[in-house]
């Protein structure tokens, strides 16, 4: 395309390390590129670099003569790059065609596009100094941004995880700076359910409404079934709804569209995870059992949640049994325009104005408790691990040991020829048998009461490994409303509609905060309840033998 002049209306400051360029109030730039996306523009500076920067922060120059044309900065070399005007692929890498003809799950394809990455469509804002600064409105065809598809990387146990990259910074991604600056408008027509929050006090910022018809979802009856003549394999779980009682078959690789969805709409809320992929062994008797015992855990979180437990994908999981309505609400989902923080659009939060300075003391004393949480909750990980292999391995092998010291000894009192210790070693016998019983309840002990918590904890260890990027939005989404501050050519009601944008971020993050407490105060503690109990009657079980053994011996 051609090149034009545009003139720089405000200073903005380019992040580091990614492509965005900073430039001065009064510059006179080079625009290469206006099909960038989601309200930025690439061009040259006057010293002759090349970067991205926002296209509310300037103005096309009028000239006479027609400027010589620059070719755009050669794209890089690495593959996986997608350009504004290229058919864009399925966002979930999953076939289309048929709802049970998604990938096998020998098949582990990261999304094209990063899961925050947003998608803004429709008007776009800008700032003018000719108008009086006034915000004007026009129509921009806007493309996904340039994102380098994830690579997936396994480690040394079997896993996969997903690796994104992306050249814009951590507030284009999410969507944040748009939806401050009122880039992003929200889609009218559309019957959305408004999450509502509520403050009760000065010291609770925030609480998601309350279910007012809480459900419970049982997955169970896990079978490996079939496709294409055999030629394909999958293990199909079943899903049923206590709002229904309808049962549906869902996949992992559903499961894991779903989650895809969950990360790319909802980046400030904290989404649970999902087990791990797993290259080997996936039609094993005890992984199917252990992921089905996993994906509970993931449903009964989601169930709990006051925003989740409602949204239109995750009801269109659980109750979609027709395969062309289960195809419709796919796409309809892929082409959600309230994703990222635009998501707040449809979030009615307290009129009341939040001070910053109570925000910010808040913001670091969770930061630096979350942190701290998360340190803990894999430290008891790594314990529960530890102690289930031990119980499997280390514990029955030590008990069994000891009961076939007494066996043996017992044995050996056989070989009196007098016949003096024949109830002796009967009863040394059973010491023996007792100490080897033991040695059995260890090995079935860790699925009872460790794996279990280690189950629960790998829920919050997703979840507070995600809340410290929930606490950084807010902190992005004020230093944006501070630079809106900053700059004295922003007319009043601009200002307030900036102002109220961002608290509507914070009211968010702290409603989530919160409910991320009560999960800590009612579940978490459930679960460390139901951990002692199996502890308590496994010692019960070990004393009750011990002392039937003794009672025998006397």
């Known amino acids: 395309m051609s090149t034009f002049k545009a003139r720089v209306l405000y200073d903005f400051q380019g992040e580091p390390n990614t492509a965005e360029m900073s430039i001065t109030a009064g510059e006179l730039l080079t625009v290469t590129r206006t099909d960038v996306g989601d309200g930025w523009w690439e061009g040259l500076n006057p010293k002759g670099e090349s970067g991205l920067f926002p296209e509310?922060?300037?103005?096309?120059?009028?000239?006479?003569?027609?400027?010589?044309?620059?070719?755009?900065?050669?794209?890089?070399?690495?593959?996986?790059?997608?350009?504004?005007?290229?058919?864009?692929?399925?966002?979930?890498?999953?076939?289309?065609?048929?709802?049970d003809e998604w990938d096998d799950d020998n098949t582990y394809e990261s999304p094209p596009y990063s899961n925050n990455m947003p998608k803004a469509e429709g008007n776009t804002q800008r700032y003018s100094s000719e108008q009086n600064h006034n915000f004007t409105r026009q129509n921009t065809q806007q493309s996904d941004n340039v994102s380098l598809s994830g690579s997936m990387m396994g480690d040394n146990k079997g896993t996969i995880t997903k690796k994104s990259y992306n050249i814009f910074s951590s507030a284009?991604?999410?969507?944040?700076?748009?939806?401050?600056?009122?880039?992003?408008?929200?889609?009218?027509?559309?019957?959305?359910?408004k999450p509502h929050i509520y403050r009760d006090s000065d010291d609770q910022l925030g609480r998601w409404e309350v279910l007012s018809n809480p459900y419970t979802v049982q997955i169970a009856s896990p079978k490996k079934a079939t496709k294409m003549g055999g030629l394909k394999s999958f293990i199909a779980y079943?899903?049923?709804?206590?709002?229904?009682?309808?049962?549906?078959?869902?996949?992992?690789?559903?499961?894991?569209?779903?989650?895809?969805?969950?990360?790319?709409?909802?980046?400030?809320?904290?989404?649970?995870?999902?087990?791990?992929?797993?290259?080997?062994?996936?039609?094993?008797?005890?992984f199917i059992e252990h992921r089905r015992a996993q994906l509970q855990e993931f449903i009964n979180y989601m169930c709990r949640h006051p925003v989740l437990s409602t949204c239109d994908v995750w009801i269109h999981f659980l109750t979609c049994t027709d395969a062309k309505q289960w195809k419709q609400?796919?796409?309809?989902?892929?082409?959600?325009?309230?994703?990222?923080?635009?998501?707040?659009?449809?979030?009615?939060?307290?009129?009341?104005?939040?001070?910053?300075?109570?925000?910010?003391?808040?913001?670091?004393?969770?930061?630096?408790?979350?942190?701290?949480?998360?340190?803990?909750?894999k430290n008891l990980m790594q314990t529960a691990q530890d102690q289930q292999k031990k119980c499997i391995n280390m514990y029955k092998r030590e008990f069994?040991?000891?009961?076939?010291?007494?066996?043996?000894?017992?044995?050996?009192?056989?070989?009196?020829?007098?016949?003096?210790?024949s109830k002796a070693s009967v009863d040394v016998k059973n010491i023996g048998s007792t100490y080897i019983m033991i040695g059995k309840l260890y090995e079935e002990q860790g699925k009872m009461d460790w794996l279990p918590l280690f189950d629960?904890?790998?829920?919050?260890?997703?979840?507070?490994?995600?809340?410290?990027?929930?606490?950084?939005?807010?902190?992005?989404?004020?230093?944006?409303?501070?630079?809106?501050?900053?700059n004295n050519q922003l007319p009043q009601v601009a200002l307030t509609d900036v102002r109220r944008r961002s608290?509507?971020?914070t009211y968010t993050v702290f409603a989530e905060l919160n409910h991320f407490q009560q999960e800590r105060d009612q579940n978490l503690k459930r679960a460390l309840k139901d951990f002692l109990q199996e502890q308590l009657n496994f010692y019960k079980n070990v004393v009750t033998k011990i002392e039937e053994t003794l009672n025998q011996f006397e």
């Open 56 to 99: 509310a922060y300037v103005e096309k120059v009028e000239t006479s003569s027609k400027p010589p044309n620059i070719p755009p900065p050669a794209p890089p070399s690495q593959p996986g790059w997608g350009f504004p005007g290229q058919q864009e692929p399925d966002q979930g890498g999953h076939d289309d065609d048929d709802w």
């Open 172 to 193: 284009v991604r999410s969507g944040l700076e748009g939806y401050i600056l009122g880039l992003t408008k929200e889609v009218s027509g559309t019957a959305l359910r």
């Open 238 to 286: 079943t899903l049923t709804p206590s709002f229904s009682n309808v049962e549906v078959s869902r996949r992992y690789k559903h499961f894991d569209w779903l989650h895809d969805r969950l990360n790319e709409k909802f980046n400030l809320i904290a989404i649970p995870p999902l087990p791990d992929k797993q290259v080997s062994g996936r039609y094993e008797e005890m």
């Open 329 to 377: 609400g796919k796409r309809n989902a892929e082409r959600d325009q309230l994703i990222g923080a635009s998501f707040c659009l449809c979030v009615e939060a307290p009129e009341k104005e939040i001070m910053p300075s109570l925000v910010e003391v808040k913001i670091d004393e969770n930061l630096k408790y979350v942190e701290k949480m998360d340190q803990c909750i």
């Open 400 to 421: 069994t040991r000891v009961g076939e010291a007494f066996f043996a000894l017992g044995s050996a009192f056989e070989y009196n020829q007098q016949g003096m210790y």
């Open 456 to 486: 629960q904890l790998y829920i919050y260890k997703g979840i507070t490994s995600n809340l410290p990027n929930v606490l950084q939005m807010q902190k992005m989404a004020e230093q944006k409303k501070k630079e809106c501050e900053r």
């Open 503 to 505: 608290d509507v971020i």
